[in-house]
């Protein structure tokens, strides 16, 4: 600290100033007034401290989608805005958690008060169908959403309707099946009516069912294109199918 010099300096008048020390680890500074001269100097001397600097703090905010529904082999993203809070700069890692499971991460630096938003690709068929939380997380705070993976569509085969048939060898029959999606996604199958061990494949029809809907099909069959003969008849989906006895009877002899 060096003397403020006297407004009026008089050899005869020494100045003497008692310094002020700040211990700091920043730098500050001082400001000097007019000293009035009375035999006895004075000054003002005022220390100008150093702004605190808050630490980086990454705050995590706008989790997209919050709450989400997806089928079992969707892909879709899942965003946030990470904010450095702070005055500082700072890298930190960013987390896509499942259930508090780190499954992808990037890195993510941020001066003091600067945002980005981050995002994150996901394949649902990584994993299985249920309920999970979904966060994206820093060091120092998390986003929390809830995740549903539904089931995949099912198609069940039941009611096969006659179970058990014997028609002539020119009579035209009706053979009926309720088919059911028991999975919780939309889903579109062929469903064929099928004579077996070494019978053609009749008829088919293309059904589509949302997640827990059912429907009945029905073929309507010309016996005289059958060969006479004992088969399976067979109601089948692509996941599931229900089989009766059918027998096409001889053409009479005449």
Same mark, same amino acid.
């Given at each position: 600290? +060096?003397?403020?010099?006297?407004?009026?300096?008089?050899?005869?008048?020494?100045?003497?100033?008692?310094?002020?020390?700040?211990?700091?680890?920043?730098? @500050?500074?001082?400001?000097?007034?007019?000293?009035?001269?009375?035999?006895?100097?004075?000054?003002?001397?005022?220390?100008?401290?150093? $702004?605190?600097?808050?630490?980086?703090?990454?705050? $995590?905010? /706008?989790?997209? *989608?919050?709450?989400?529904?997806?089928? *079992?082999?969707?892909?879709?993203?899942?965003?946030?805005?990470? =904010?450095?809070? @702070?005055? $500082?700069?700072?890298?930190?890692?960013?987390?896509? &958690?499942?259930?508090? =499971?780190?499954?992808?991460?990037? %890195?993510?630096?941020?001066?003091? @008060?600067? /945002?980005?938003?981050?995002?994150?690709?996901?394949?649902?068929?990584?994993?299985?169908?249920?309920?999970?939380?979904?966060?994206?997380?820093?060091?120092?705070?998390?986003?929390?959403?809830?995740?549903?993976?539904?089931?995949?569509? %099912?198609?069940?085969?039941?009611?096969?309707?006659?179970?058990?048939?014997?028609?002539?060898?020119?009579?035209?029959?009706? $053979?009926?099946?309720?088919?059911?999606?028991?999975?919780?996604?939309?889903? +579109?199958?062929? !469903?064929?009516?099928?004579?077996? *061990?070494? @019978?053609?494949?009749?008829?088919?029809?293309? !059904? #589509?069912?949302?997640?827990?809907?059912?429907?009945?099909? /029905?073929? #309507?069959?010309?016996?005289? /294109?059958?060969?006479?003969?004992?088969?399976?008849?067979?109601?089948?989906?692509?996941?599931? =199918?229900?089989?009766?006895?059918?027998?096409?009877? &001889?053409?009479? !002899?005449?």
């Amino acid at each position: 600290l +060096t003397p403020v010099p006297a407004v009026d300096a008089d050899p005869g008048v020494s100045v003497a100033l008692s310094g002020v020390q700040v211990i700091t680890d920043r730098r @500050g500074s001082s400001v000097a007034t007019a000293v009035e001269v009375n035999r006895t100097s004075t000054a003002s001397i005022v220390i100008q401290g150093a $702004v605190q600097q808050d630490d980086a703090n990454f705050a $995590v905010s /706008n989790l997209t *989608p919050a709450d989400a529904e997806v089928g *079992p082999d969707e892909e879709f993203t899942v965003s946030a805005t990470v =904010e450095n809070t @702070g005055d $500082v700069s700072d890298t930190q890692d960013i987390d896509f &958690q499942i259930d508090g =499971e780190t499954e992808q991460n990037q %890195t993510l630096e941020l001066s003091g @008060g600067e /945002n980005d938003t981050v995002e994150f690709n996901v394949d649902a068929s990584d994993f299985e169908p249920g309920e999970y939380e979904h966060s994206i997380a820093s060091d120092d705070d998390e986003a929390v959403g809830n995740l549903t993976i539904l089931e995949e569509g %099912t198609f069940t085969v039941s009611n096969l309707t006659p179970a058990d048939a014997e028609v002539a060898h020119d009579e035209v029959f009706d $053979v009926n099946a309720t088919i059911e999606n028991t999975g919780e996604v939309t889903e +579109t199958q062929e !469903i064929e009516l099928r004579l077996e *061990p070494d @019978g053609p494949q009749v008829l088919n029809d293309t !059904i #589509e069912l949302d997640g827990g809907a059912n429907t009945s099909v /029905n073929f #309507e069959v010309d016996a005289a /294109n059958i060969p006479a003969g004992e088969y399976n008849h067979t109601v089948a989906s692509e996941d599931d =199918e229900e089989s009766g006895n059918l027998t096409v009877l &001889q053409r009479p !002899i005449e």
